[in-house]
């Protein structure tokens, strides 16, 4: 499982949210109706704030823009409505311990662990040899 988490080096890294927004658009023109008329205001600070992480530019772009997606039935992309933060970000950091408990079923190592304390998560992602739990 270790061989198919590896990662891929882009042959253009586009670093301009607004670019990449644009290019994802070009690239799937289909998507462009649903669009919304105005960026969806979501407050990131206090999503960002409870992740205990920051989020992409460009994913912060294209979820004020677009409602959720699913692209190719494997990659979502979804943000909170307005004032529902704190739910997304429950929902979030419920995932990863869902993947931990299938990979430990399937003895298999899992990367990506949930810490939490109180009400706020923190996500860790384990480097190479580090141990997953």
């Known amino acids: 499982m270790d061989d198919f988490l590896g990662t891929q080096a882009p042959l253009h890294r586009i670093a301009d949210a607004g670019e990449a927004l644009r290019a994802f658009e070009r690239a799937a023109p289909a998507l462009v109706p649903l669009k919304r008329p105005e960026p969806a205001c979501i407050d990131w600070r ?3 704030s409870l992740l205990g992480t920051s989020l992409p530019p460009d994913f912060k772009l294209l979820t ?4 959720h997606l699913i692209v190719g039935g494997t990659l979502y992309a979804g943000s909170p409505h307005p ?3 704190q ?3 429950d929902a979030t950091l419920e995932e990863p311990q869902i993947v931990q408990e299938w990979c430990e ?3 298999l190592e899992c990367r990506a662990v ?3 304390s109180g009400c706020r998560g923190r996500l860790h992602r384990p480097g190479r ?3 997953a739990a």
């Open 46 to 48: 206090i999503t960002e």
């Open 114 to 116: 949930v810490e939490r």
């Open 64 to 67: 004020e823009w677009y409602p």
């Open 129 to 131: 040899g580090e141990p």
């Open 83 to 85: 004032g529902t933060e």
């Open 105 to 107: 079923d399937a003895d």
């Open 87 to 89: 739910a997304l970000v």
